[in-house]
């Protein structure tokens, strides 16, 4: 309302994982340009979302109601082809009566096609309709393409087991051809997912369930954070209460200052109690109390920092 510069503005967060995230995406949405000291999570980028979804169309038997919503949200690609987008292609899903399964897929999408082509024949039908048919046959057989060459990649339980380096190959090769990059986020978001996965190759020959193996998938998924940057100077500039860098803005908002959700709780250490810190080391090893000392005087130090309105 004040028509203030974004490059003189600067938004503390005093709950960083709430906060940051909200500015983040409003700003996407709007297209501001935004910097985050910390980051964002991963999940919020199209890349790390692919991966997620893509570990659930696996462990469900790769349902295509699952793969219809991946391909409308814009988060895969079915192919680099112009021809065809993904919200064109989970229509063809639908129409062609997919269900689950690896075989389902081929055998619909092969009838949808031939029944396509055959209406497209028909010199009875209007011509704008025939060209209509034929370009739904063209495209459910590029999607048909795109799929048996996703499912070629997944590789198949024998013994109730897949080793994990067969399927880490398997989902890193499918988004890195198909997951969608809408923009430099996006683009940082399928480097790290990529790098996430390929942390796990000294794991490579453990042969476990399915499930098993897409769960620690997840889980290292769930560490990815993007889009950590430092100040610019035309860019609206979210950081965290406490934080070591000051960007030294003249408009300055504070958010998140909610009564007990700021500070830690000050509870201790499951591992190592209190007592047992004090009677080990008690200059050495930080307690409960201290923990909770050093985040308030920082987060103190950090306002007391602050100039301008």
Same mark, same amino acid.
């Given at each position: 309302?004040?028509? $203030?510069?974004?490059?003189s503005?600067?938004?503390?967060?005093?709950?960083?994982?709430?906060?940051?995230?909200? /500015?983040w995406?409003?700003?996407?949405?709007?297209?501001?340009?935004?910097?985050?000291?910390?980051?964002?999570?991963?999940?919020?980028?199209?890349?790390?979302?692919?991966?997620?979804?893509l570990?659930?169309?696996?462990?469900?038997?790769?349902?295509a109601?699952?793969?219809?919503?991946?391909?409308?949200?814009?988060?895969?690609?079915?192919?680099?082809?112009?021809?065809?987008?993904?919200?064109?292609?989970?229509?063809?899903l639908?129409?062609?009566?997919?269900?689950l399964?690896?075989?389902?897929?081929?055998?619909?999408?092969e009838?949808?096609?031939?029944?396509?082509?055959e209406?497209?024949g028909?010199?009875?039908?209007?011509?704008d309709?025939?060209?209509?048919?034929?370009?739904?046959?063209?495209?459910?057989?590029?999607?048909?393409?795109?799929?048996?060459?996703?499912?070629?990649?997944?590789?198949?339980?024998?013994?109730?087991?897949?080793?994990?380096?067969?399927?880490?190959?398997?989902?890193?090769?499918v988004?890195?051809?198909?997951?969608?990059?809408?923009?430099?986020?996006?683009?940082?978001?399928?480097?790290a997912?990529?790098?996430?996965?390929?942390? $796990?190759?000294?794991?490579?020959?453990?042969?476990?369930p399915?499930? /098993?193996?897409?769960?620690?998938?997840?889980?290292?998924?769930?560490?990815?954070?993007?889009?950590?940057?430092?100040?610019?100077?035309?860019?609206?500039?979210?950081?965290?209460?406490?934080?070591?860098?000051?960007?030294?803005?003249?408009?300055?908002?504070?958010?998140g200052?909610?009564?007990?959700?700021?500070?830690?709780?000050? $509870?201790?250490d499951?591992?190592?109690?209190d007592?047992?810190?004090?009677?080990?080391?008690?200059? $050495?090893?930080?307690?409960?109390?201290?923990?909770?000392?050093?985040?308030?005087?920082?987060?103190?130090?950090?306002?007391?920092?602050?100039?301008?309105?």
């Amino acid at each position: 309302a004040g028509s $203030l510069p974004l490059g003189s503005v600067e938004v503390v967060c005093a709950q960083p994982a709430e906060y940051a995230s909200l /500015f983040w995406e409003k700003a996407v949405r709007h297209g501001w340009p935004v910097t985050i000291d910390r980051g964002v999570p991963g999940a919020l980028t199209r890349p790390v979302r692919a991966a997620f979804g893509l570990c659930d169309w696996i462990e469900n038997n790769f349902p295509a109601v699952r793969l219809g919503r991946m391909l409308e949200a814009g988060i895969l690609e079915p192919g680099s082809g112009a021809e065809l987008t993904g919200s064109a292609a989970a229509r063809i899903l639908r129409q062609c009566g997919a269900t689950l399964g690896r075989k389902s897929y081929a055998t619909t999408l092969e009838a949808f096609a031939a029944s396509c082509e055959e209406r497209a024949g028909d010199l009875e039908i209007d011509e704008d309709i025939r060209v209509s048919y034929g370009q739904r046959a063209a495209r459910a057989r590029q999607l048909s393409e795109w799929l048996t060459s996703v499912l070629d990649k997944v590789p198949a339980p024998s013994g109730g087991t897949v080793v994990l380096g067969q399927l880490l190959d398997a989902v890193g090769a499918v988004l890195n051809e198909s997951a969608s990059v809408g923009g430099p986020e996006d683009a940082a978001a399928k480097m790290a997912v990529l790098a996430a996965i390929q942390s $796990l190759a000294p794991l490579r020959e453990l042969r476990r369930p399915m499930g /098993f193996h897409l769960a620690l998938i997840r889980a290292r998924l769930e560490s990815v954070v993007v889009a950590a940057s430092r100040p610019s100077p035309e860019a609206l500039h979210v950081s965290s209460l406490g934080s070591p860098s000051f960007a030294g803005r003249p408009e300055t908002f504070v958010v998140g200052l909610e009564e007990g959700a700021v500070f830690p709780a000050g $509870l201790e250490d499951p591992v190592l109690l209190d007592d047992d810190r004090r009677a080990i080391a008690p200059e $050495l090893l930080a307690v409960s109390q201290d923990r909770t000392s050093d985040s308030v005087y920082r987060g103190i130090a950090h306002l007391a920092s602050l100039w301008g309105s």
